[in-house]
């Protein structure tokens, strides 16, 4: 782990694309803003945590858990709006 100090206004820059910029410092609370290309996900720790666990819950779902058939699509209009 690389661990760096620095100051609100200073920039970290992660290969060619993110820049990660610390916006303000308060007490125990770092801001950062982070500029990365439109494809790139960013979480927080805590939240991709919760991603994860709800992807690795839903993939050992047990097959009777899921419903036997899926629901049925909406009725379709006629032409005449009824």
């Given at each position: 782990?690389?661990?760096?100090?620095?100051?609100?206004?200073?920039?970290?820059?992660?290969?060619?694309?993110?820049?990660?910029?610390?916006?303000?410092?308060?007490?125990?609370?770092?801001?950062?803003?982070?500029?990365?290309?439109?494809?790139?996900?960013?979480?927080?720790?805590?939240?991709?945590?919760?991603?994860?666990?709800?992807?690795?819950?839903?993939?050992?779902?047990?097959?009777?858990?899921?419903?036997?058939?899926?629901p049925a699509?909406?009725?379709?209009?006629?032409?005449?709006?009824?």
């Amino acid at each position: 782990m690389l661990i760096l100090t620095r100051r609100p206004g200073e920039r970290v820059v992660i290969g060619d694309e993110i820049i990660v910029t610390v916006m303000g410092v308060s007490g125990h609370t770092v801001r950062l803003g982070i500029a990365a290309p439109q494809g790139v996900q960013i979480y927080r720790e805590e939240i991709w945590l919760a991603v994860k666990e709800e992807n690795r819950a839903a993939a050992s779902a047990a097959a009777d858990a899921l419903p036997a058939t899926p629901p049925a699509p909406p009725a379709e209009k006629d032409d005449e709006g009824s």
